[in-house]
T-cell receptor
Framework: GDSVTQMEGPVTLSEEAFLTINCTYTATGYPSLFWYVQYPGEGLQLLLKATKADDKGSNKGFEATYRKETTSFHLEKGSVQVSDSAVYFCALSGKAAGNKLTFGGGTRVLVKP | GAVVSQHPSRVICKSGTSVKIECRSLDFQATTMFWYRQFPKQSLMLMATSNEGSKATYEQGVEKDKFLINHASLTLSTLTVTSAHPEDSSFYIC????????????????FGDGTRLSIL
């Protein structure tokens, strides 16, 4: 079945540092790929998405590129802020799965001033 | 756009009580709604998928008589935890999507802010 693997956290960074969170997936066909962010005590917010190979999703300074050859969707941000502290979830949605999301385990990011 | 409202945000109640959680899509029609459970510092576990006007599809291991799901309209789904016990304490999150497969299957899910359920 479909699966998503993302790097375990916590990831601790200083403000203005470069952030990368690795995400790889296993799926049949051509899934859509997503990054969601969860702030403490809240639900998930869609951060960005990509629906086909080589698409780049971007939002709020975050980027991720759909790499079919490496089955990856790594999240990057060039200069993090304290407000970026949150848990980040990589996810995929396969057409065969009826729009269900398969989540990775989540990566907690802590940005220190 | 694509706002999902979940209510209540927090519930504390005694063991044996039934608790209803509402999930509303405020500015779009949600063909499909999903209910998740999240344990502390863990990922989301899909409990069930509901399509408007039909019975929910439960994931393996989820008791459908324990977790009653109703999706009576395109903007409202409810999850009722019946006769709740301390082991049901958790963070429950709903999401809504305008897609239900086919050409709409790339529609993203939009999440509510979650309900923290504490059973004493």
């Amino acid at each position: 079945g479909d699966s998503v693997t993302q790097m375990e956290g916590p990831v601790t960074l200083s403000e203005e540092a470069f952030l990368t969170i690795n995400c790889t997936y296993t799926a049949t066909g051509y899934p859509s790929l997503f990054w969601y962010v969860q702030y403490p005590g809240e639900g998930l917010q869609l951060l960005l998405k990509a629906t086909k190979a080589d698409d780049k999703g971007s939002n709020k300074g975050f980027e991720a590129t759909y790499r079919k050859e490496t089955t990856s969707f790594h999240l990057e941000k060039g200069s993090v802020q304290v407000s970026d502290s949150a848990v980040y979830f990589c996810a995929l949605s396969g057409k065969a799965a009826g729009n269900k999301l398969t989540f990775g385990g989540g990566t907690r990011v802590l940005v220190k001033p | 756009g694509a706002v999902v409202s979940q209510h209540p945000s927090r519930v504390i109640c005694k063991s044996g009580t039934s608790v209803k959680i509402e999930c509303r899509s405020l500015d779009f029609q949600a063909t499909t709604m999903f209910w998740y459970r999240q344990f502390p510092k863990q990922s989301l576990m899909l409990m069930a998928t509901s399509n408007e006007g039909s019975k929910a599809t439960y994931e393996q291991g989820v008791e459908k008589d324990k977790f009653l799901i109703n999706h009576a309209s395109l903007t409202l789904s409810t999850l009722t935890v019946t006769s709740a016990h301390p082991e049901d304490s958790s963070f429950y999150i709903c999401s809504a999507s305008a897609g239900a497969g086919g050409r709409m299957s790339n529609q993203p899910q939009h999440f509510g802010d979650g309900t923290r359920l504490s059973i004493l």
